[in-house]
């Protein structure tokens, strides 16, 4: 089973989980913009949505970055 991993770092992690021994490993690391943090998955599984916050002081708003999920994922 494929899962997503993100967090205030320059990539977000497709990570895979064994379900049956329970061991995980990550699959690669996509680069993203600085401080992405919020993941969700489309309902039809084809797009990753993050969110990008540009910080309290920066005087800019927050964005959305989408990427595309390989269908072979």
């Known amino acids: 089973m ?7 770092s320059p990539k977000i ?17 996509a680069p993203t913009p600085k401080n992405g943090s919020w993941l969700s998955v489309s309902a039809d599984l084809k797009t990753l949505y993050a969110t990008v916050e540009s910080g309290y002081d920066s ?5 959305v970055a989408a990427y595309r999920i390989a269908s072979d994922a």
């Open 2 to 8: 494929r899962f997503y991993v993100g967090g205030y």
């Open 59 to 63: 005087g800019s708003p927050g964005t």
């Open 13 to 29: 992690s497709v990570c895979e989980l064994d379900v049956a021994d329970g061991s995980m490993r990550v699959v690669t690391d």
